[in-house]
């Protein structure tokens, strides 16, 4: 995507949503995974992402997405601060994934 947007002149608003169609239901997806999810025990980790991956829209944020993804980052690391707390000490593999997450959603 991003090669033929760099390479492309800004699509209509019609054509930009029919190309981001099949991310959104992605996305949708995974919210309503995490909802169907409440009693895991992993509720954090599916918070985490169900709350950061709605990130991937800052394709669609003009002129600055900067501010929308670090809002999705916030909200993503608010829960992976949650498994960093439960999961410190004890299991550092659950650390090592909220730490990693994090770092997607920075390097966007």
Not at 9 to 28: A, C, E, F, M, N
Not at 29 to 50: K, Q, T, Y
Not at 82 to 91: A, D, F, I, S, W
Request: charged share 20%.
């Amino acid at each position: 995507f991003l090669e033929v947007a760099a390479a492309s002149k800004q699509p209509s608003q019609d054509k930009l949503g029919q190309l981001l169609q099949p991310t959104s239901t992605v996305i949708g997806d995974v919210v309503n995974f995490r909802e169907a999810s409440r009693r895991s025990n992993n509720f954090n980790h599916l918070s985490g992402v169900s709350e950061g991956i709605p990130a991937l829209g800052w394709v669609t944020v003009s002129p600055k997405p900067v501010p929308f993804i670090k809002d999705m980052l916030g909200a993503a690391e608010f829960y992976t601060n949650r498994v960093l707390k439960e999961y410190r000490g004890n299991n550092d593999q659950h650390c090592d994934w909220a730490k990693s997450w994090i770092a997607v959603l920075n390097d966007l």
